[in-house]
Nanobody, 125 residues
Framework: QVQLVESGGGLVQAGESLRLSCAASGRTPSTYTMGWFRQAPGKGREFVSAISWSGRSTYYSGPVKGRFTISRDNAKNMVTLQMNSLKPEDTAVYYC??????????????????WGHGTQVTVSS
């Protein structure tokens, strides 16, 4: 089985930046898509971003598009989320997730079967 561990969360002021990392270990599939989700207190889980196994395809939700950048390093089994121009509404627990990829450039917001335990991001005004 695959294990995912997030890191990099913290408390920042509006307009500042934060970089999250997620490390995968264990029995990873031959190819896998990785993504980020977030959940604020009292709200449902929200898709944030995803990146294909190849790294050539990325996908962002509307609220973060233009501000967040996802990337990966397959040699290190790691994915990162660079978050710039943070807003108070970005405050949430951020979760790393993975799913098998049917092909190298696959990316999507569904079908994730492995999840990290989350890292807290708090943005003050």
């Amino acid at each position: 089985q695959v294990q995912l561990v997030e890191s990099g969360g913290g408390l920042v002021q509006a307009g500042e930046s934060l970089r999250l990392s997620c490390a995968a270990s264990g029995r990873t599939p031959s190819t896998y898509t990785m993504g980020w989700f977030r959940q604020a207190p009292g709200k449902g889980r929200e898709f944030v971003s995803a990146i294909s196994w190849s790294g050539r395809s990325t996908y962002y939700s509307g609220p973060v598009k233009g501000r967040f950048t996802i990337s990966r390093d397959n040699a290190k089994n790691m994915v990162t989320l660079q978050m710039n121009s943070l807003k108070p509404e970005d405050t949430a627990v951020y979760y790393c997730a993975s799913r098998p990829s049917p092909y190298d450039d696959f990316v999507g917001d569904f079908g994730y079967d492995t999840w990290g335990h989350g890292t807290q991001v708090t943005v003050s005004s």
